[in-house]
C-alpha cells in the first residue's frame, strides 16, 4: 500500500517541483522586465529636467560674467561703488535663482559652480580695491574688462567647460 501510494507521490513531488521552478523562473523574469520598463520610463522623464537644469545653469554662468553683467548697465549717474554694489548684487541674485538646479548636477559640477560664484565677486571687489576712489563708473567698468579679458581661462569658463562635459555623458 505504501508502494502504490508512492508511486504517485514520487511523481506528482517532481511535477509540482518542476513547476515551482518553472513559475519561479517565469515570475521573477517578469519582474525584471517590469523593473527595466519603469527606469526606461524613468529616465525618459528625468533626462529633459535634468538637461533644463544643465541649461539654466550654463545661463547662470554667462550671466555672471562681468562682460555680459556691464552690457546691461546703464553708468550714467553712478559711482564706481554703485557699479560694484549693482555687479555684487546681480552674481548674487542670479546664483540664489538658480540654487534649485544643484540636484540635476554632480557634485563635482555644482562646486565648480560656486567657485565661479565666489571668484567672480572676489574680482570685482579686488578689481575695485586698486581703482582710485574717485574713479568713475565707466572708468571701473573698463579696467574690469580689461582685467577680465587678460585673466586667461576664467573660473565660469572652467565651470561651464565641466557643465557641457558632463551634460554629454547623460546625452
Known sequence: ????????????LIVLGATWL????MLKE????????????DRTN??????????????????ITPEHMLMNTDFSGMTMQDLQRQLLQTVRLET????????YVGDEVWQA?????????????????QMPKESSAMQYAQTLLTAYANNGETP??????????????LI
Open 96 to 103: 540664489d535663482h538658480n540654487l534649485s538646479q544643484q540636484i
Open 30 to 41: 517578469e519582474r525584471q522586465k517590469r523593473e527595466y520598463e519603469l527606469r526606461r520610463q
Open 156 to 169: 565660469t569658463q572652467r565651470a561651464l567647460h565641466l557643465l557641457k562635459e558632463e551634460a554629454r555623458k
Open 22 to 25: 518553472v513559475l519561479g523562473k
Open 113 to 129: 559652480v560656486m567657485l565661479a560664484k565666489e571668484e567672480t565677486l572676489n574680482f570685482i571687489n579686488a578689481v575695485a580695491l
Open 46 to 63: 528625468t533626462i529633459p529636467m535634468r538637461l533644463r537644469g544643465y541649461e539654466r545653469l550654463a545661463l547662470l554662468l554667462e550671466r
Open 1 to 12: 500500500m505504501i508502494g502504490e501510494l508512492l508511486k504517485y507521490i514520487i511523481p506528482a
